[in-house]
């Protein structure tokens, strides 16, 4: 990026953040996190409190790429440049939660039939049980909603995951390629953690 549109970026977002539309600009991300860069970089999805199948609280909010489509490879080098992570998921619970809140999303909406990627990957082709969140190295504890006919392992170079549908009301999981084709992504932000206290 050039740096005179870095700082019209900059410029831009202060300007939103300062004004009296605030309100509303937090409500779709902007100004979310007092960073103007990751706030025009990024839509808010929503945010999510749970717990662990270990009994660990958790909250954490889901931010789509707006701008950038590009490979799960780079989405995950992407998050981590706004200091996030490709998102995963703790459990089916909130898999579920997720779908819906990116069904109602006006952004996600907009983006029609899509592939977004997020953290997953595989080393065994054409399996729905032997999937790893990448961010920790844990294997996914529940069953994926995968789309009608997934995992496939497409021209046998699927190894990687993404939420796919061509409606965004049909959205379920799907593999797919880890070093080809340009998506959108979605990063989490992980707002809090409470380890289950050991008695």
Same mark, same amino acid.
């Given at each position: 990026m050039k740096?005179?549109? =870095? %700082?019209? #970026? /900059?410029?831009?977002?202060? /300007?939103?953040?300062? +004004? @009296? %539309?605030?309100?509303?600009?937090?409500? @779709?991300? #902007?100004?979310?996190? +007092? &960073?103007?860069?990751? &706030?025009?970089? =990024?839509?808010? /999805?929503?945010?999510? +409190?749970?717990?662990? &199948?270990?009994? @660990?609280?958790?909250?954490?909010?889901?931010?789509?790429?707006?701008?950038?489509? *590009?490979?799960?490879?780079?989405?995950?080098?992407?998050?981590?440049?706004?200091?996030? &992570?490709?998102? @995963?998921?703790? *459990?089916? *619970?909130?898999?579920?939660? =997720?779908i819906d809140m990116a069904k109602e999303n006006s952004f996600v909406k907009s983006l029609g039939g899509v592939h977004m990627l997020v953290d997953g990957m595989t080393p065994t082709p054409n399996t729905t049980t032997e999937w790893y969140w990448t961010n920790t190295g844990t294997k996914v504890s529940f069953t994926l909603p995968w789309q009608e006919g997934e995992p496939n392992f497409l021209n046998n170079g699927e190894y990687c995951l993404a939420l796919s549908a061509h409606e965004v009301s049909t959205l379920g999981f799907n593999d797919f390629p880890c070093d080809v084709g340009l998506s959108p992504f979605v990063c989490q932000r992980a707002d809090f953690y409470v380890p289950l206290r050991a008695n």
């Open positions: 740096p005179l549109k =870095f %700082i019209f #970026i /900059i410029f831009f977002a202060n /300007i939103f953040c300062d +004004n @009296s %539309i605030e309100r509303e600009m937090r409500e @779709s991300s #902007i100004c979310e996190n +007092n &960073d103007p860069v990751r &706030d025009v970089a =990024f839509v808010r /999805i929503g945010r999510y +409190n749970g717990y662990t &199948d270990k009994g @660990s609280e958790y909250q954490k909010t889901y931010l789509v790429s707006r701008y950038a489509k *590009t490979t799960w490879m780079n989405a995950k080098t992407y998050c981590k440049s706004f200091d996030l &992570d490709l998102v @995963s998921f703790e *459990t089916l *619970t909130e898999v579920y939660n =997720f």
